[in-house]
């Protein structure tokens, strides 16, 4: 049974592209893999977080695990800084990792924009720590949405360091799973930059804790364009997808297209095929009918699970304990491979 980790940062205001992207995703892995969950706080404070709001952002995430349907028993669901192994392990990866590679990443660079020489150095070796995260329990696979693509390649060159450099065979190498029909959500006000929990914009994401009415607000308000809704003709040559070409052209079309693919667990030809020639403001409606069922339930337990903070402390105990329990070796091993003395 192969092992699956993945995380989240307790950044706040979890959104849809999280739970398409993301959350979504683990529910179903949990039947025959072993999965491990984290909310990543330790990532969550290479920009800054209020350290007041910084714990109930972190039963947040939890909540939405929960909420969403992963079990705490089959599953382990924890967060980072409770288990120690994340940052040791890190900190080797800190000397396998190579500048070169870290300046490459596109999120940091996005991240930390103009002011690069302001951005905290956590921030730079972000992707080191994920590395980390992944491979202190040696997990094979990561459901991830699709801006997550290129750390997870660095995660693999940093195996391949490792094992070359340390003539072992440590660590395995790992493989993204990023799948659905909608693995990059984008913005509500702009389809071409992607949906994100600190857009200024409250109208630009659906928050997963939105009452019925800010969702149907946010989805009306939201940005289309002047045409009817395309049909079949915008598939690529695999017949599956929508074509680059199709895309680029009408964004907010597609985004909010794919949306209602992934929500009602239809293909996108099939979403297609209902919309074809219709109307904005009818495909809307549905959209917003579809969204409130869907999310609506998710919400409500969220907030039901916040309100009972003790709880969700025990869950995230008892993940960190059994987390724990499987990073031990993994570091013991690390350790003598590298030579430290015990
Ligand atoms: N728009 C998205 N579409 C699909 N998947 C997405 N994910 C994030 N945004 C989208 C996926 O959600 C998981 C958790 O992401 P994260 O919170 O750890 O980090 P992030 O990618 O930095 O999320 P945000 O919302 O964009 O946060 P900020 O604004 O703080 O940077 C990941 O699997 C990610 O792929």
């Known amino acids: 049974m192969s092992r699956i980790f993945s995380g989240v940062q307790p950044t706040g205001d979890l959104h849809l592209g999280n739970y398409l992207g993301a959350i979504r995703n683990f529910v179903g892995l949990q039947d025959d893999h072993e ?35 992963i079990d705490p028993k089959t599953s382990i669901i924890f967060n980072q800084s409770r288990v120690s192994a994340h940052a040791e392990l890190a900190w080797v990866f800190n000397c396998v990792a190579r500048v070169g590679w870290l300046s490459r990443m596109t999120q940091f660079k996005e991240k930390a924009g103009k002011h690069r020489e302001n951005a905290s150095v956590g921030l730079y070796v972000y992707p ?24 997870l390649e660095l995660t693999r060159d940093i195996a391949i360091k490792f094992n070359n450099d340390f003539d072992t065979e440590c660590f395995p190498v790992v493989e993204p799973l990023i799948f659905g029909e909608a693995t990059r959500v984008m913005s509500l006000r702009d389809g071409t930059k992607k949906m994100s929990k600190s857009d200024p914009s409250e109208y630009s994401r659906i928050n997963l804790t939105d009452g019925a009415d800010d969702i149907a607000n946010k989805i009306r308000k939201a940005k289309t364009d002047p045409g009817e809704l395309p049909g079949l003709e915008s598939l690529g040559e695999d017949g599956q997808r929508v074509s680059k070409d199709a895309v680029a052209e009408r964004p907010e079309a597609f985004n909010l297209l794919s949306i209602y693919a992934a929500l009602s667990a239809q293909t996108m030809p099939a979403t297609l095929e209902q919309f074809a020639g ?65």
């Open 278 to 342: 219709q109307q904005f403001s009818a495909f809307k409606g549905e959209l917003v009918d579809l969204s409130v069922d869907k999310l609506g339930p998710i919400g409500s337990e969220m907030q039901r699970l916040m309100a009972d903070p003790g709880h969700v402390d025990g869950i995230l105990a008892d993940g960190g304990e059994r987390a724990a329990a499987l990073a031990e070796p993994v570091i013991r091993e690390v350790h003598e491979i590298v030579g430290f003395l015990k």
């Open 35 to 69: 999965c491990i969950y984290c909310v990543v706080d330790m990532h969550a404070i290479t920009v800054w977080q209020d350290p007041a709001r910084l714990g109930p952002h972190t039963r947040e995430v939890a909540s939405a695990f929960l909420a969403s349907g």
């Open 128 to 151: 080191n720590l994920m590395a980390a995260d992944i491979l202190a329990y040696k997990a094979t696979h990561v459901p991830v949405g699709e801006d997550q693509k290129q750390h």
